[in-house]
DNA sequence: ACCCAAATCGGAATCGTTCTGATTTGAGAG
DNA sequence: CTCTCAAATCAGAACGATTCCGATTTGGGT
């Protein structure tokens, strides 16, 4: 069910077992996703793309094909503190968390998560989600060699 | 300089002494927060709740409001996931995170951060922030006696 | 080649938030 | 107590992200 797509052309062909149809735009949605595996994309940036091979695709083909993408998990969203939602390529392993990168978007994922001990703690509590996000800097983008 | 306000009376304090005016409005938003100590409000809750009392309050009074208590560290902003910022007033212990009710919006105080054994795994990301924010609902809304 | 639901378009609508220009008001100085 | 002026407020317009709508186009099965 939730398999992880490694291909442009698996994810389509998984659209496909969808009912969904296969579109030149929605390829090129996928495609930014998978060449920029630990990107976040705004939907914004998302439609920069887009529109330079389709310059008159719509805001509202985008929107659409990220929700079909996130609700087939293809994609994952993400609110970034500046209130603009991201997304990126699903990752392959279950359930953990990333450092993100403020300057550069990279996201790398981690294998911390609290939520257990957290559940313990407060028995009371019915947690029914949670969200831990890191902010810094890579190592790249840190300022060069070690900063 | 991060002194925790008890009373609406020393936030009132504080902010004129940052040289802020005293009004009614501003009063009225203080006291919603005083007296709602672990509740997060939305800036339309915070509206309501005013305009209760002044019927002509606008928003922009509402938000600039906010905003100051923000600086002032009166009060704590957060992302909901609904894409709605609230506001809670600030706490008086240091770092730590919430549970919040989805139900009543009701924010309960754990220890639990997990930030420290995440900086250790990771010696090469530079980590400037984070967020944890665990949803769920509190004991009285997760449906009478258990669910 | 034909057909129809799915996809797309462009533009309007929505929602939370911020800005603008004009008007009012808190509070210090006289 | 009045004068004064920057701060505060108001009403409404503007804004940016996202969603909705009616009309048109198109992928892909028959």
Redesign the interface.
């Known amino acids: 069910m939730y398999s992880v797509h490694e291909t442009t052309a698996s994810i389509l062909q998984a659209l496909k077992e969808a009912g969904y149809k296969f579109t030149g735009k929605r390829r090129a949605v996928v495609d930014l996703f998978v060449e920029n595996r630990d990107r976040y994309f705004s939907a914004k940036e998302v439609y920069d793309h887009v529109s330079q091979i389709y310059p008159s695709v719509s805001f509202d083909t985008i929107y659409r094909t990220l929700g079909i993408l996130v609700e087939q998990n293809v994609i994952e969203p993400m ?1 970034f ?1 500046d ?1 603009r939602a991201r997304y990126r390529l699903q990752c392959a392993r279950g359930h953990h968390h990333h ?1 993100v990168c ?1 300057r550069c978007g990279a996201s ?1 994922p ?6 257990d ?2 559940r313990q ?2 028995p ?16 790249r983008c ?1 300022g060069g060699a070690d ?1």
Chains 1, 2 share one sequence.
Do not use: M, S, T, W
């Not at 009371?124 to 190592?139: K, Q, V």
């Open positions: 609110e503190a209130d450092l403020l790398i981690i294998e911390e998560c609290p939520i001990r957290i703690q407060v009371n509590f019915h947690i029914e989600d949670h969200r831990l996000e890191i902010y810094g800097y890579c190592d840190a900063n």
